[in-house]
């Protein structure tokens, strides 16, 4: 990981943190001088993942860099209690959101599992609209408080190539992403005026624990990987993310979708 310090001094969330893309994101992040707020469900991986960047990067003003709060991203609690403790520990507001949580499943409407249905919405929708609206007017105080345009405020939002490209294969996810593409834009045309950049990154086919969480067939998404190879790894997404995060208040790559090279569909 290189030693770009261009974050410095910013105080990153990021829901999702114990696996694949938002695990690189946090370590990307912090590696660039952020502090950080891991969030997810599984707090052991937390813990693991903390203590990591604690020791790889050091302290951050005096101050653990590292810290996690962990829970359901699509409580409201939850979501109250991870910004309050960037803002509780660090001393200051978290300057930096990834909306990040999120899960796939296997199918189309006519052939994914309708008892999954649910809490995919739950978790890719409403939890990431949640955390958009709190976060974005936390984010919206803080430059407020500012004069603009000295410092950046981030809200980044993980949507998908299949948020915008239909995948028969997969489509109630990506039906979830569709929603979460619109309210990424929505949104940035509602609190970017107020100089906060929403940006939506749009990834292609990544692999993490993402497909087996989906429930995809082991033996034909190996031949997608072998047609595709080398397909994307979480760590291709974060340095998108540091470079976007890094860029002057007033300069904004508000949409970056990332593919492997090989990649033709979705
Ligand atoms: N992988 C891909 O090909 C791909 C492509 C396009 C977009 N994306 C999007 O990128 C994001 C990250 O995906 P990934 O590939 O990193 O998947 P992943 O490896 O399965 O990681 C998903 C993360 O989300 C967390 N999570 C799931 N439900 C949660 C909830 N209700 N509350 C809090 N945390 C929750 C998981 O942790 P816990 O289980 O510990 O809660 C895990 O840390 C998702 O939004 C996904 O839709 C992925």
Known sequence: MS????????????????????RAIAQHLASHGAGVVLNARRA????????EI???????????RAIFAPGDAADESVVDSMLQSAADHFGVQPDLVVVNAGRGLNGSVMTSDVNEWE??????????????????????????????????????VLGSTVGRHISPFSSMYGSTKFAVNSLAEAARREIGPKG?????IEPGIVKSEFQQVAGYDESKFGQ??????PVLEPNDIARGIAFVCSQPAGVHFCDLMIRGTRQDYP
Do not use: H
């Open 3 to 22: 030693e770009n310090r261009s974050l410095e001094g910013r105080i990153a969330v990021i829901t999702g943190a114990s696996a694949g893309i938002g």
């Open 196 to 200: 906060v950049r929403v940006t939506l």
């Open 54 to 64: 604690n020791t790889q990067f050091g302290q951050f003003n005096g101050k653990t």
């Open 224 to 229: 997608l990987m072998d047609k595709y190879s």
């Open 119 to 156: 809490e995919m919405v739950r978790t890719n929708l409403l939890g990431a609209a949640l955390l958009i609206r709190k976060a974005g007017l936390g984010l919206v105080a803080l430059q407020e408080s500012r004069v603009w345009p000295t410092k950046a405020a981030d809200l980044v």
């Open 44 to 51: 052991s991986k937390l813990q693991t993942l903390s203590e």
